[in-house]
């Protein structure tokens, strides 16, 4: 009953606009998702009208204060794409063997957990994790449920998808040119694009489907004119956490670059860090099949 309410508020939003919409798998999002700030508008007065928390508007549209001036562009979010989900963590070991034998206790009572990879300062660790959760609530009932089952160490965090300047896999074609610019040149080939912001080469290569939205996207920090996008390995660590894995490579003329690789929510992002060990060279984020 909740997201039908909030699906007929934006249908209702979006006529009174004069906005089209697609339609996807379900769920529908207006083809310009952003607003022109008037005179007498505030933040408040925004959050309020589309229901999106101060805090979530100022980080998706990179503002430092609440003062916003008419005439400016906000981009309005989609808070079923960028909303945290709630992890529930049935403990965390140092060795494999012991998650794996926490993920048999639990199967013996019903409750399907799996293991997850995190690398911390160079060393791996194994998270046993039952479950990711769009409601708070629903994370701590399985908490409870664990600490029941005689794990004594159970907790829940929060992980938001996985992202590249707040676009994730889902958003609209339109948000990416909104959220990096107008890209001088693109060049089209089926459903990839290839975005030119400056004359040295792409910096955007952007997968879409039949209905505009992003399943795949390479971005090149070097290639943009925007400095919002992290172009440093130590700026990536800050950004998004521990990663799930890290491996070499062999990149530009046999030499080796390392790989900072995250998997949240059934999508993967790939960092390519250069042979310096510090500059990243590219992005990419992508739905996994």
Do not use: W
Request: contains cysteine.
């Amino acid at each position: 009953m909740k997201k039908f309410k909030r699906f007929m508020q934006v249908v209702l939003c979006t006529v009174l606009m004069g906005s089209i919409f697609y339609f996807g798998i379900g769920k529908a999002f207006a083809e310009d998702q952003s607003i022109t700030i008037k005179k007498g508008d505030t933040l408040y007065s925004i959050s309020k009208k589309y229901n999106i928390p101060i805090d979530i508007l100022k980080e998706y549209n990179q503002l430092t204060s609440n003062k916003i001036i008419a005439g400016k562009t906000l981009l309005i979010p989609d808070l079923e794409q960028i909303k945290p989900l709630y992890v529930a963590v049935a403990g965390s070991f140092s060795k494999k063997s012991n998650a794996d034998k926490r993920v048999a206790f639990l199967k013996k009572k019903d409750i399907e957990v799996i293991v997850v990879k995190k690398v911390i300062n160079g060393k791996n660790y194994y998270r046993v994790q039952a479950g990711a959760f769009a409601s708070k609530s629903k994370a701590e009932k399985m908490i409870t449920k664990l600490k029941k089952n005689g794990i004594k160490d159970a907790f829940f965090l929060t992980e938001k998808p996985l992202h590249i300047n707040g676009i994730t896999v889902g958003s609209s074609y339109n948000q990416l040119v909104q959220k990096l610019g107008k890209p001088t040149k693109t060049e089209n080939e089926k459903n990839i694009r290839s975005l030119y912001f400056t004359i040295e080469g792409v910096g955007v290569s952007v997968t879409v489907n039949a209905n505009d939205s992003i399943v795949q996207l390479q971005v090149y920090p070097e290639f943009l004119k925007t400095t919002s996008i992290p172009t440093e390995k130590s700026k990536i660590l800050d950004t998004y956490g521990h990663p799930n894995e890290v491996k070499i490579v062999s990149c530009y003329e046999s030499a080796e670059c390392e790989q900072i690789i995250y998997v949240f929510n059934k999508s993967q992002l790939i960092v390519q860090i250069d042979r310096d060990g510090k500059t990243v060279q590219y992005l990419d984020l992508r739905k996994m099949k």
